[in-house]
Nanobody, 124 residues
Framework: QVQLVESGGGLVQTGGSLRLSCAVS????????MGWFRQAPGKEREVVGA????????FYADSVKGRFTISRDNAKNMLYMQTNNLRPEDTAVYYC?????????????????WGQGTQVTVSS
């Protein structure tokens, strides 16, 4: 069974930064496509970024391009999201997820395992 645990969320002011981390156990991390998603109250879960198993291909939602950076460390079974220049509209619960697909996916329905989420709140 694959288990994911997010950390690094918190309360920051507009323009601030956070580094989100996701520790993955079970299975073979280096084979997994990984994604970061977020869900704000009353809104659908949306992709923030996704990364191929090797780390060579990365996808970003338009709303975070140039501000967020996804990365992974396959030796440590860790996924990261560096979030910079945060805005109030970035406020949400952030989730990391594993997809068993062979290529990067961007819809939450194509992800098989999820963490419990970490809250990010950006004050104006």
């Amino acid at each position: 069974q694959v288990q994911l645990v997010e950390s690094g969320g918190g309360l920051v002011q507009t323009g601030g930064s956070l580094r989100l981390s996701c520790a993955v156990s079970g299975g073979t991390f280096s084979r997994y496509v990984m994604g970061w998603f977020r869900q704000a109250p009353g809104k659908e879960r949306e992709v923030v970024g996704a990364i191929s198993s090797s780390g060579l291909y990365k996808f970003y939602a338009d709303s975070v391009k140039g501000r967020f950076t996804i990365s992974r460390d396959n030796a440590k079974n860790m996924l990261y999201m560096q979030t910079n220049n945060l805005r109030p509209e970035d406020t949400a619960v952030y989730y990391c997820a594993v997809s068993l697909q062979q290529v990067v996916r961007t819809h939450y329905a194509e992800y098989n395992y999820w963490g419990q989420g970490t809250q990010v709140t950006v004050s104006s």
